[in-house]
């Protein structure tokens, strides 16, 4: 029950706010979603810390103005941007009591009232999001007139836009804003759609509809939504907005060059610290190195072999990957239990204290992690994360995240212990990055095992290592170096390597 | 181009703080006592435990302990190059190896054995104790033909008097195996059968999860897990 980057990669691809009639038919899907064009750059620097929050617009204006229509525009409008959310003030609607709920049903209640709203719920989901935290916000069902048990799970947006006839109205809200926007409209033109949407997609009449308008929703507009244009940065018109949504997006795509300007230089993976010329000494990394023995040292070499068979990576692979994890499994919590054996003899052993543990694999090559860590854990929960490089900078992008359950509610996550899967270490780009999800999301440091088979002493390491200092990194064996250079002799751009490694772990187990 | 090298030392020292008299034999190895291995056994020892938990759970043990067996077996050093061109100096495997499961309860183990062991020979030894002697007696057991060539791993979850286990290998040896060519694997053993079986057997080598406390007036290893063929097929 969540928006998840996923759903959206490949609609966002096609349409970005395209495909106006069929989001029309959903108020609720239409409203909140999260949207992704190319992925998402670091938001973080070199120490590990959260650099800049998610860049929030605010937009009201009165009901049937065109909000979500300039919001969809500002969207559309950036073109090549990170993931942006919008996020709706209906879905925070408050909980109505039996007698709310009968008036309600009844049209007899204001819904156009700011004490209809829970303002400070939704200031904390806002204020969560721009934390680049995740956040599960309420659904409100209008058909029951009820917020519904089920919420819905976001995270992960650059820019955030938050939208409602109130969204100006309350302080609390208009704290978070970095660009505050009202979409001015004709009381007619509003009206007018109003009475056409109601009818169309309700199945109201109207006499109903204007009843409540003059009712409830012209003394709110003239009371409470007018008068928070005040507090706009700019005000659009309602109709042939395209020149104040060129004027907005101008100003977005300034701001955040100039952020990611301010952290570009430092996380300019990898050069600035791969050729570190005194890397931490290995002992001083923290790492836990599976013990060398005589199956282990074999079993590498035939990994190592570029002339070893698919069948043989495979299976070689899955062997040392659960042998990798059986390891890992001594950093969960044990505490002495008592059991009885079939023998009637007592006898004290111990047992896993932790209520919740699942894992994460990077992909693709943290994938190949997953057949021995099934072979261990058999009934966790199992993440999945993309991170790419850019192309043109290396920079890692955040392009999917599936996260389990436990990850996402945040109470939970911070319970939660989380195997983290990945090949290799190398520039530590794609660790460095799956790491601070995770914190974004409430897990704490030191829950959080990282699996992998080989780890560059000369790479990321360092920095990663002094970023996060209390992550737990398990490792196979350590490479010394990363050299930049082309895999298996292909075109195109070079990469990091490491040396003498393992070669492209994923393409060897999968192609 | 590839020369013998010196055999590494032993994974783990063979006095493991895991026997509670503290004096084994050379011979034996046990599995390193961690708080986690501790739990796996738990899981196994309680009465209550489902089956479909006993075999996830032994099937976990018994994968560590073919690990820790296969160590024993020779390697080579041999240098090898990889994806990105470079050297890399580590070892081959040598020698050939096949499994013995001991019937019933050593077949349980062959998953676990395969899993680690790709298409491996097995073997089978069927044993039970003849009623008019008490002694354990051969009633069954089919080899590869060329077994006198191989590394044997003899497999049976439990090693309680000993009995059948030393029966086991007295018929290898007379298919011309080696004794110091069998490693004999087991979750649980007792002190006494330990203390027969490597009296009897000085060369071969035991590699063992747990050693418990003792043996019970009907032959049953205390704490143990009560019949591990029962649990992991019939129960």
């Known amino acids: ?511 | 181009m590839s020369t013998p090298c010196p055999p590494p030392p032993p994974p783990q020292p063979s006095l493991q703080p895991n026997s509670p008299k503290g004096d084994l034999p050379p011979s034996v190895f046990t599995l390193p006592r961690t708080a986690q291995l501790e739990a796996l056994f738990t899981i196994i020892r309680d009465k209550d435990t489902p089956r479909g938990d006993f075999i996830f759970y032994s099937d976990r043990i018994i994968r560590l302990l073919v690990e820790e067996g296969l160590n024993h077996l020779p390697v080579i050093t041999k240098t090898v190059v990889t994806p990105t061109g470079s050297t890399y100096e580590g070892v081959g495997f040598e020698g050939k190896i096949c499994g013995v499961s001991i019937l019933r309860a050593g077949e349980a183990m062959e998953a676990g054995l395969r899993e680690v062991c790709r298409s491996v020979r097995i073997g089978k030894i069927l044993i039970q104790r003849d009623e008019e002697t008490a002694l354990p007696k051969l009633f069954y057991s089919k080899f590869p033909p060329d077994i006198a060539r191989r590394y044997v791993l003899l497999l049976d979850p439990m090693l309680a008097t000993g009995g059948s286990a030393m029966k086991a290998i007295q018929v290898l040896k007379e298919n011309q195996v080696p004794e110091e060519r069998i490693i004999f694997i087991n979750l649980i053993a007792s002190p006494e059968g330990l203390k027969t079986f490597c009296g009897t057997h000085p060369l071969v080598k035991v590699i063992t999860g747990w050693i418990d406390q003792g043996l019970n007036e009907k032959a049953f290893i205390i704490p143990g897990l009560g019949d591990f063929g029962e649990r992991r097929y019939c129960e």
């Open chain 1, 1 to 511: 029950m969540s928006t998840t980057l996923s759903r959206t990669v490949s609609m966002s691809r096609k349409d970005l706010g395209l495909r106006e009639k069929d989001e029309e038919l959903s108020v609720q899907s239409k409203k909140n979603t999260v949207l992704v064009s190319h992925g998402r750059p670091p938001w973080y620097g070199l120490d590990g810390t959260r650099i800049n929050d998610a860049f929030v617009i605010g937009v009201a204006g009165g009901s049937a103005s065109g909000k979500t229509h300039v919001a969809r525009q500002i969207v559309k409008n950036l073109g090549f941007i990170p993931t942006v959310i919008i996020l709706s003030q209906d879905s925070f609607y408050k909980r109505l009591d039996e007698e709310q709920s009968k008036l309600a049903h009844a049209n007899q209640f204001d819904f156009d009232h700011p004490s209809a709203i829970d303002m400070p719920m939704f200031a904390a989901c806002l204020a969560d999001l721009k934390a680049c935290k995740q956040s599960n916000i309420p659904i409100y069902s209008f058909a029951q007139h009820q917020r519904l048990e089920e919420t819905q799970y976001l995270y992960g947006a650059a820019i955030i836009i938050a939208e409602g006839i109130m969204a100006l109205q309350d302080p609390q809200l208009r704290e978070l804003y970095d660009l505050k926007v009202f979409v001015q409209c004709d009381s007619d033109l509003m009206l007018a759609r109003r009475i056409s949407r109601d009818v169309e997609q309700r199945g109201r009449d109207v006499s109903g509809i204007l009843e409540q308008y003059l009712r409830y929703v012209k003394p709110s507009f003239d009371n409470f939504v007018r008068p928070s244009a005040a507090y706009a940065d700019i005000i659009v018109p309602g109709i042939s907005n395209s020149v104040a949504i060129d004027l907005i997006c101008t100003h977005v795509r300034q701001k955040l060059q100039e952020r990611s300007n301010a952290f570009r230089p430092q996380m300019a993976i990898p050069k600035s610290h791969l050729l570190s010329q005194n890397p931490i000494p290995i002992e001083q990394l923290g790492l836990n190195i599976l013990p060398s023995t005589r199956q282990t040292e074999g079993i590498f070499t035939i990994l190592r072999d570029r002339d070893a068979s698919h069948q043989d990576f495979i299976f070689f692979i899955d062997r040392l990957s659960t042998t990798l994890v059986e390891y890992a499994l001594q950093f969960l919590p044990y505490l002495p239990h008592t059991v009885t054996t079939p023998v009637g003899a007592e006898t004290e052993g111990k047992k896993v204290t932790c209520r919740y543990v699942c894992g994460v694999s990077i992909q693709r090559s943290g994938c190949v992690l997953e057949r021995g860590f099934r072979r261990v854990i058999n009934d966790v929960p199992m993440g999945t994360l993309l991170i790419q490089s850019n192309e043109t900078n290396a920079e890692p992008l955040l392009l999917h995240a599936k996260l389990p359950l436990y990850i996402r509610l945040r109470h939970v996550a911070k319970e939660t212990y989380v195997f983290l899967l990945d090949a290799q270490i190398g520039t530590g780009a794609a660790a460095f990055m799956s790491i601070r999800i995770l914190l974004d999301h409430g897990v704490p440091q030191d829950h959080i095992v990282f699996v992998c088979f080989l780890v560059a002493r000369k790479g990321g390491i360092n920095i990663l290592r002094k970023a996060f200092p209390h992550v737990k990194i398990v490792c196979g064996s350590v490479d010394n170096e990363m050299r930049e250079g082309r895999l298996d002799g292909r075109e195109g751009r070079k990469v990091w390597v490491m040396y003498p490694g393992m070669g492209q772990i994923g393409d060897r187990y999968y192609l």
